[in-house]
Structure formats: structure tokens, C-alpha cells
């Protein structure tokens, strides 16, 4: 038994206010509500308005986390932020978070896993601490995933959303996280990318107009992925634990299709009543999207006192991940 554990002190979320419909997304390319729903389980998604950046749904979410943990910001250590839309390339969105938190005394630094990013950052930041990096982190999953999509492709457009979810950890003598297992097969980078504005496609007229500065994903690749990983990631991380699938209390994927959710569930024989599913009201919401329904779970008196709670990501690279938490 270690001496040291690290548990989640406090857990917060903030989505935009603007909501858009399958019904909206109808008059703006040729989709239609029973697709979206059919093929993806999204009914709605949280819109930024042109004035709101990542970094303001990361702080909001970060202050209920540490409201909730009782933890002022200046007792925080480390600060990582779970990104693939950060404010700006450089500096990383976790030190912008950092000012308007003022939490000086924080290290602090992004993360970019895909979708898997905060499961990633969750599992760095709980070996940093119990490395002795020091005793309090917040972790933050944040997108405006609007600003980089194609809304002119329908393929994509339909899916994804905006918002933040974020966790404060702290070091404890009670089991807090008990494992985790983190993946990447760099084979699949091409499946799931933004090509232009970066060092291989700068930022020029011509990138903008062939719209390199885009999502672009073959969708169905991803979904075989997906449903593979999700079911090998669970049953690694409950297996290098010591526990078994039937005694995991809630099951809460990434929310990016209730299709794969329901096909991991049923190769893992997880029932539905321990799946937590919030994908209906957000769509895919990448970095943000773990950590939103951790806290909506959260809320809602889903987690029960000492309950397992397994967590499982995928996303662009490809990486995959997955935790798994004594609540
Ligand atoms: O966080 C990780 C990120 N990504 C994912 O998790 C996405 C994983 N993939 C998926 O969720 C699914 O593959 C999609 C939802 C993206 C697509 O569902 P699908 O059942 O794999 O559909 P499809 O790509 O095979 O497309 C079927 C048809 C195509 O028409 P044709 O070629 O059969 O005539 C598409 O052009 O549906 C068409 N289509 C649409 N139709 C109406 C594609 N997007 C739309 C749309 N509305 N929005």
C-alpha cells in the first residue's frame, strides 16, 4: 500500500450560453436533425461568441474547482491545461489561466493529446505530484473548437462544441487515483489533424484558401479506432488496478458519439445505467469533454463515496487513455 495518494479535492465546468441546434446546423449546410441524431446521438452543441477564448472557459471552470475544493489559487503548484484550441500558439493557455487566477506560484504548461488531453494532463500532473513536484495542481480541459471548424464541411461541422472542464488534485493518505494507461500510435497522425498554420503548412493566402487551417478527419477510421481502444484502454486500467469491469460504479467515456459509447459499453458489459452520457447536450467537446461530464456527474450525486469511476479518452495523434479513480 503507498503512503501517498492523489485524489480530486474539487471539480468544475463552464460551457458558452449561445446554443446551436441540429435544427440551426440545418439551415447553414445540407444535414438534417434525424442524421446528426442517427449517426451521432448530438441534438445540441455550446457555441463561443467571437469575443470568448479557451482560456475563459478555463477559468471559470478552474474557480468552481477550487471553490469546491476550498483551495485558494496561490496554493497551487502546477496548472496544466488540456488544449488543442489554445488562445494563442504561444504563450500556453495554462499560464494566461494562471494570470487571471493569479496563482503565482504555480509551474505551468499545456498539454495537446487530442481529445485524450485530459486524461493525459490527469495522469502527469498526479505523477508530478506524487514525485514531489508539490501538494496542489489544477488540471483543466478547454476548447473553442468552433473557431477551427469548417462550417462549410458538414462531415465535421455537426459534431464538435465548446467549453471547459477542470479538477483540482491534491496529495492525501486515502486512495484517490489508482492507475492509468496512456497510448499513442503516431501511425494514424494523418486521420485526425489541422494541416496549415504551423511549421509545415505556415500561414499564408494560399493555405487559407485550400482551408488548411481546419479540421479534417476521416470519421470512419476514427470510429473503428474508438470502439477498439475504448474497450482495450478500460480493461487494461481496471485489470492493472486489481479490480474487474463489474465493479466499476461509473463508466464515463469521452463524448464524442453515443454510437461508439454504446458499442464500448457492450464489448466492456457495462450496463447503461453506469455510463454517464451528456453527448446530447454538448457534441464533442475534445479536451473538455472528460472532465465536463466528470463534474456534471459530480453534480448530480453520481459519484458515490469510494465508488470506482473509470474514465476513458481518445483523440487526435492518435492517443488513447484511461484512468481509473477511488471517488
Ligand atoms: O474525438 C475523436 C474525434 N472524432 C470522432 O470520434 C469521430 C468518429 N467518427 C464518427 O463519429 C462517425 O464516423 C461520423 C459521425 C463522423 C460519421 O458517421 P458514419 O456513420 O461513419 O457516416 P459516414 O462517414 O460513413 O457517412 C455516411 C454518409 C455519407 O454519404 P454517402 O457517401 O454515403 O452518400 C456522408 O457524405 O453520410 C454523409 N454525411 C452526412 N449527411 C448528412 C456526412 N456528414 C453528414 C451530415 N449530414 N452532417
Known sequence: MRDHWVRILGTGSSVPEKILTNYDLEQMVDTS?????????????????????????ALRAAQQALEAAGIS???????????????????ATACL??????????????????CTG????????????????????????????????????????????DGAGAVVLGLGEEPGIL?????????????????????????????????LHYIKM?????????????????????????????EVSLFIPHQANIRIIQSASRRLGIASERVFVNVHKYGNTSSASVPIALDEANKEGR??????????????GLTWGSTLIRW
Open 33 to 57: 436533425d434525424e442524421w446528426i441524431t442517427s449517426r451521432t446521438g448530438i441534438k445540441e452543441r455550446r457555441i463561443a461568441n467571437s469575443n470568448e477564448t479557451t482560456s475563459d472557459f
Open 73 to 91: 489559487p496561490e496554493e497551487l503548484d502546477l496548472i496544466m491545461v488540456a488544449t488543442v484550441t489554445p488562445d494563442m500558439l504561444f504563450p
Open 97 to 114: 489561466l494562471q494570470r487571471d487566477l493569479g496563482a503565482s506560484r504555480a509551474a505551468c504548461l499545456d498539454v495537446e493529446a487530442g
Open 118 to 161: 485530459f486524461v493525459y494532463a490527469l495522469s502527469m500532473a498526479e505523477k508530478y505530484l506524487r514525485g514531489g513536484g508539490g501538494e496542489k495542481a489544477l488540471v483543466v480541459g478547454a476548447e473553442t473548437l468552433s473557431k477551427i471548424l469548417d462550417w462549410q464541411d458538414r462531415s465535421t461541422c455537426v459534431l464538435f462544441g
Open 179 to 211: 492507475a492509468d494507461c496512456l497510448g499513442s500510435d503516431g501511425g494514424g497522425a494523418h486521420l485526425l489533424e489541422i494541416p496549415g498554420g504551423c511549421s509545415r503548412f505556415p500561414a499564408s493566402h494560399q493555405t487559407v484558401e485550400n482551408r
Open 218 to 246: 476521416n470519421g470512419n477510421e476514427v470510429f473503428k479506432f474508438a470502439v477498439r481502444i475504448m474497450e482495450e484502454a478500460s480493461r487494461r486500467v481496471v485489470q492493472k488496478a486489481g479490480f474487474s469491469l463489474d
Open 303 to 316: 459519484l458515490e463515496k469510494e465508488g470506482l469511476v473509470l474514465l476513458v479518452g481518445f483523440g487526435a
